[in-house]
């Protein structure tokens, strides 16, 4: 074989994936990209829109840390009716009256031990977490996305090449019965040959069992039932750091968990102040108005009003707030612990999908050297069984390698395709922004400022 032909033969197994992919689907269904598919995850896939949902009520707290600074306003209202009986004098009096009153309250705190400081920079803590959680829910939906769409075009493939297989060893099949009924082969050559297209059957329907298990699994990330699917290129790889150490520091520092575990160190430190607070003394000012009428038979109404400055100085309340101060500062150092676990286990990952993504490139280039070969043998046993210098089951043993070959091949640009992607979501750049995909991008910060600072309402906003 000329070093063209080879060259020739190898890009058409390489694009494998690509032609395989276009099989066995509807006809006249519009093809569909990665990218495509990715934006639709991001706009279906119900665990992604949950985390957002998620996101905005933590968004709320810091809303409800901010009314400690507003104040309280009440009113309060009464009516009855009062039998009152009496004698002076010999003489019984009878009388009954309707008392009511009417009152407004209003209290103001003035000093807290700056609790209501503390809980609103906890809360805010918490909104930038929140982020960061629905950041890291992101990358796993899409990275859900890609593995669902890769395992879709690798089934349609190996299903191909099982149905290729099939085929192939039918026709050596009644090959050999026709040389059978010629005296050329034995009886145990044609049982060879039936017993190899017996398991050719059974892979086809473990290949079309695998391809309905991804299909399932694709409708659920993706939110559609996949049409034609079109490999990706390999493009993604440009994105990646040319070293594994550029993909553990570039993982560190903006890996959305890692993100999310600082944000929640901030959160209980502030919650340490928090718990502390309740040691301090609180100040607060309360103004009431108040209106009565008929609340006795000899006066008619009275109204007044006052103003109080209130002074609380907490000395001993059971020992519950120590314990909250130490219980506060023991969830401290769990969250600052949790900050190393994460980064771990992105230093872990970084290390794995690296090897992986290594290791697919390495076995691409070994299937592809085994094809070639594979082609060549099955070619030249086929010449050499049909002069008799080969058996049966030589010819079916080298259809079978010729199978798995190309098997191996479509399976490792499946994992080279995923490993690429998995070494993006390890840096961080996993989500729709830095993928570049056409869709309106889902801002957090929408919904936070439209509640932030709202005094009242019970309708929630449209900022989604």
């Known amino acids: 074989m000329s070093l063209s032909a080879r060259f020739s033969l190898r890009v058409n197994v390489f694009g ?24 639709a995850a991001y706009i279906n896939n119900p665990s992604l829109n949950s985390q957002r949902a998620g996101t905005r009520a933590v968004d709320e707290n810091v ?29 019984t009096t009878d009388g009954t009256i309707a008392p009511r009153s009417y009152n407004l309250t209003v209290t103001q705190t003035i000093f807290n031990g700056f609790l209501t400081a503390n809980t609103t920079r906890k809360a805010e803590s ?7 959680t629905l950041r890291n829910t992101e990358q796993t939906v899409l990275l859900n996305g890609v593995t669902a769409y890769m395992n ?5 493939a190996l299903l191909e090449l099982q149905n290729q297989n099939l085929a192939s ?3 050596e099949l009644r ?48 939110g559609q039932e996949p049409g034609k699917l079109i490999a990706p290129g390999a493009g993604i790889e440009r994105r990646i750091p040319v070293n594994l150490d550029g993909v553990i520091r570039t993982g560190l520092q903006h890996h959305p968990a890692v993100q999310a575990s600082q944000y ?26 108040q209106l009565n009428h008929d609340q006795s038979g000899t006066v008619d109404s009275q109204s007044g009003a006052s103003v109080m400055l209130n002074l609380t100085v907490p000395i001993y309340q059971g020992g519950s707030e120590y314990s909250a101060i130490r219980q506060a500062k023991e969830y401290l150092t769990q969250a600052r612990i949790e900050v190393d676990v994460n980064r771990d286990q992105v230093r872990t990952l970084a290390v794995q999908y690296w090897g992986s993504l290594v290791a697919a490139k390495a076995q691409i280039e070994s299937a592809q050297s085994q094809v070639a070969a594979n082609t060549l043998a099955l070619e030249g046993v086929r010449e050499e069984w049909r002069v008799g210098q080969r058996t049966t089951t030589d010819v079916l043993n080298a259809q ?20 690429a992607y998995s070494l993006i979501s390890t840096i961080g750049q996993m989500d729709a922004v830095s993928l570049s995909l056409k869709v309106p991008v889902y801002d957090p910060k929408v919904h936070y400022n439209q509640v932030r600072d709202s005094w009242a309402g019970v309708r929630t906003p449209d900022g989604k």
């Open 169 to 171: 060893l039918q026709q």
């Open 126 to 132: 918490q909104v930038k977490g929140s982020r960061e």
């Open 63 to 91: 809303s409800q840390a901010l009314s400690g600074y507003r104040p309280n306003v009440s009113a309060g209202a009464s009516v009855g009716s009062q039998y009152s009986r009496y004698t002076a004098g010999g003489q």
């Open 264 to 289: 929640a160190v901030d959160a209980a430190n502030f919650q340490v102040r928090m718990a502390e607070s309740n040691l301090a003394p609180v100040v607060s000012a309360t103004g009431q108005a």
């Open 16 to 39: 494998s994936l690509a032609a395989a992919s276009m099989l066995m689907l509807p006809v006249g269904a519009n093809a569909q990209s990665l990218d495509a598919a990715l934006a």
């Open 400 to 419: 079978t390698d010729l199978t798995n070959s190309k098997s191996a091949l479509v399976v490792a640009q499946r994992d080279r395709v995923v490993a």
């Open 152 to 156: 879709v075009i690798q089934g349609v």
């Open 175 to 222: 090959a050999t019965r026709d040389r059978f009924n010629v005296g050329e082969v034995t009886r145990t050559d044609v049982a060879q040959a039936e017993a190899r297209v017996a398991e050719a059957q059974y892979e086809v329907a473990q290949a079309v069992a695998n391809l309905s298990s991804y299909r399932a699994v694709y409708r659920q990330v993706i």
